[in-house]
DNA sequence: GTTAATCGGTAACAAATGTTACGAAAAGGA
DNA sequence: TCCTTTTCGTAACATTTGTTACCGATTAAC
């Protein structure tokens, strides 16, 4: 029964390292629940509790913060190979953190948290991996927070574009580069408006910093972008 | 040898739920590493190799993140029973993300990341309940990370008053409460000037929102404060 | 009790950022 | 191709926040 998600379970990270075979064996201890939604559909509701964390298999899916007047504001997107809930399922709490809503036609595995803490009678391989890639994959959460917290802390508008540039200068390992979203997007990640944004791009454009037209990128002078940071 | 610390042990989140003759037999196998260091003395830099997270038994460490021109900002301090490192440990770089500086005269015990996560052969159940111990822990980070990015990303100063009041006040339970930070702490926690604290925080005064002096708050219209987040 | 150090309030001014609006360039559709 | 829509740059102005400086109140040290 598996067997039709075979190709996305491999995606899976919580499964790396995990043959299919072995995963259809501790299917049978793990007794994942498998459901379809359709678009539009809610799964959750923030503050609704929590008994099982989600794996999305196929489809897509928005996660939706509340707010007091009762607007929401889109937190992010989950796409196929990624989880929802896991931390929340593993904290004190356990109550969905955010709203979780359907945004195309979707194929959801749920797994009650406990499985993977508790190791099964008779000690299997996958069974540990498991546990080591859900340390793995929370890990890995926190430390793209930190990475937020540190765009968010940085005050002036000028830091963070060079903050910013800088970071994607690391990862393109190029001085030019396309920047990979668009002005409103980017000005809404640093916080900021984008007419702001846009300014102080200019700027920086002016005094020799930086070259750019729309996506493309130069960074002329990376060692006064070191400095500014 | 660990009976010296047999009081401090109670206390680490590690190892709730583990008695200590429990957590004595487990030593033989994790085989922490115990060592003691004087203050000011540099435990890891940034960027170094981490191999073991650490948990401080007795005394008090401090994080330093570095900046680009030399300067170094504190991240925050540790305190006995803490963990330190274990996010980075458990990730793919394995590079310490700050500067680790003893702050009084501290005792550290140090443990490979393998050892949570690989369970042993004998399957006891301390081993089990470390790991889950872990998840937690680690869980429980990212949901306060999850909380600072909540009140980095809110823009204005009445916002962000207004938001961790509101906080203070479900966590005390009641509209009158003090403060657990002095002005220049607060204007750092929100990321602002204190001046600028102060004069929003008077205005909020002069709108019949909030009343305080010093340290002592009360909260008039909860309504509104509700309304301004 | 006296003195010094710290903490918090306040005000004037400077600087940074947001708001609003508009137009040109680019992209997409028919 | 032409039209429409989206994206981006830009400018004038409003607002918010930071900066600097000073003073009184509170606390700590002696």
């Known amino acids: 029964m598996y067997q039709n998600y075979s190709n996305i379970l491999e995606k899976v990270d919580l ?5 299919f075979s072995e995963l259809e064996n501790m299917f049978f201890c793990l007794r994942p ?15 609704d509790d929590i008994k099982n964390f989600g794996v999305l298999l196929q489809g897509k899916l928005m996660l939706y913060k509340e707010k007091f007047d009762g607007t929401r504001v889109l937190l992010k997107a989950v796409y196929p190979g990624q989880l929802f809930g896991e931390i929340a399922s593993f904290s004190e709490k356990r109550k969905w953190p955010a709203q979780v809503q359907v945004a195309k036609n979707s194929t959801v595995m749920f797994m009650p948290p406990e499985k993977i803490t508790n190791t099964c009678t008779n000690l299997c391989r996958g069974h540990r991996i498991l546990t080591l890639n859900m340390i793995k994959i929370i890990s ?3 430390i793209n927070l930190n990475k ?7 005050k002036s ?8 540039l800088l970071d994607q200068y690391k990862k393109n390992n190029s001085k030019n580069f396309m920047l990979e979203m668009n002005r409103n997007e980017l000005s809404d990640f640093l916080n900021v408006t984008r007419p702001s944004l846009s300014r102080e791009m200019a700027n920086m454009k002016k005094e020799g910093l930086i070259d750019y037209h729309r996506s493309s990128i130069k960074l002329l002078d990376i060692d006064s972008l070191g400095s500014i940071v």
Do not use: H, M, P
Not at 15 to 19: G, K, M, S
Not at 33 to 47: H, M, N, R, T
Not at 148 to 154: K, P
């Open 33 to 47: 629940l498998i459901k379809e939604y359709k678009k539009d559909e809610i799964i959750a509701l923030e503050g």
């Open 148 to 154: 937020t917290i540190e765009y968010l802390s940085v």
């Open 157 to 164: 508008i000028r830091q963070k574009i060079a903050y910013y």
């Open 140 to 142: 890995k959460k926190a």
């Open 15 to 19: 499964f790396n390292d995990i043959t």
